[in-house]
């Protein structure tokens, strides 16, 4: 047989997906189907991300979402964009999302729940810096045509089937897992395809990176100031780029820490729960790091609303494990 010379472009997520499933001899397809829905609804919305400057997509829209933060004209088209791409698929029974106030019902039939970040880092749309989008699977408790209820959604972070965020950075990235390791995608716009850059990511147990906004200094509890100047003694960096999908993953990559911790501003910290400490913990536990409220493990936390809001300390297992220990 003639030698194959041409370099391979790698695998797709596509073929990546397939594969995978081929592990689960009882799978229907239905999460395949619903893992590639939300690849295509990022895909689009990166071409969206990628003219954030233009007019049509520039700006807020003068309306405020349930979190009472005014909401950008990139937060609504993309939130229209993973809606429309789920609503078409039809392997979601509901779908949670930040950008609305109650629970998108679907279709009925469907076994999987969406809860979703449409656009994370909506205050760096406009200037350019990178943002991503949020997601986190569940598997409905109720039987497929019942009615979907509250049960079904506010499902502790373990229970989800698969979580995962898309990064529009410098290069745009897909990075998930179903609970089998965590694995990363670049996207190939010539191909259109997102393709395996980063295998089975470790995140390094200790690293030398911090992210919190220090701005807030003064209104932080004592143990926090204490561990943002242990962190300085260490002549850790300090990093924060203000889109948590952004700061997750470089420390991800590189080792470190983010903390949005409770505050008098915050009493419960800013970031939602359901559709963002979820799914990074999920993430953060799969490639060996560690996620925390401060004294809980954020996937041990019974949710009692949608949009309910969480402190998150989450990254490398020995830099979270330091800075909980200024709180015991
Ligand atoms: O400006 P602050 O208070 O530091 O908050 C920044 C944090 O808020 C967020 O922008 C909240 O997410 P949304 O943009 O999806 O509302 C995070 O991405 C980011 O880490
Ligand atoms: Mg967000
Ligand atoms: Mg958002």
Redesign the pocket.
């Known amino acids: 047989m003639q030698k194959i010379i041409a370099p391979s472009i790698g695998t797709t997520l596509d073929r990546f997906i397939k594969n995978r499933q081929l592990h689960f001899p009882y799978a229907t397809g239905e999460l395949s189907q619903l893992l590639q829905d939300i690849a295509l609804a990022c895909k689009i919305l990166n071409r969206d991300v990628n003219k954030a400057g233009l007019v049509d997509i520039n700006g807020d829209l003068g309306n405020f979402n349930i979190?009472g933060?005014a909401q950008q004209k990139l937060?609504v088209i993309a939130d229209d964009r993973m809606i429309r791409a789920l609503t078409n698929g039809g392997q979601v029974c509901a779908i949670l999302s930040?950008e609305r106030d109650e629970l998108i019902e679907v279709n009925n039939e469907s076994h999987y729940i969406v809860a979703m970040?449409p656009?994370?880092?909506?205050?760096?749309i406009d200037v350019g810096v990178s943002?991503?989008t949020i997601f986190s699977i569940y598997r409905r408790l109720s039987e497929p045509g019942e009615p979907v209820n509250t049960k079904d959604v506010l499902q502790k972070g373990k229970n989800q089937i698969a979580a995962g965020y898309v990064l529009y950075g410098s290069s745009t990235m897909l990075v998930y897992t179903t609970g089998y390791g965590v694995n990363g995608f670049t996207y190939e716009p010539s191909l259109g395809e997102f393709v395996l850059s980063h295998q089975n990511i470790r995140s390094p147990e200790n690293g030398k990176i911090y992210s919190i906004?220090e701005?807030?200094y003064r209104s932080f509890e004592n143990p926090i100031r204490e561990y943002i100047n242990f962190c300085k003694d260490q002549k850790y960096s300090a990093r924060?780029?203000?889109?948590?999908?952004s700061?997750f993953h470089r420390n991800l990559i590189k080792g470190g820490i983010?903390i949005?911790p409770k505050s008098n501003q915050a009493p419960h910290g800013?970031?939602r729960l359901m559709y963002?400490a979820n799914a990074l913990a999920f993430i953060a536990e799969q490639s060996g790091g560690m996620a925390s409220d401060g004294c809980t493990r954020i996937m041990e936390i019974q949710p009692i609303e949608f949009h309910q809001r969480s402190p998150l300390f989450i990254g490398s297992k020995n830099m979270v494990i330091k800075a909980l220990s200024y709180i015991d």
Do not use: H, R
């Open positions: 979190q933060e937060d930040e970040d656009l994370d880092g909506s205050s760096n943002i991503g906004n701005g807030g924060y780029v203000g889109s948590l999908v700061d983010y949005y800013k970031l963002e």
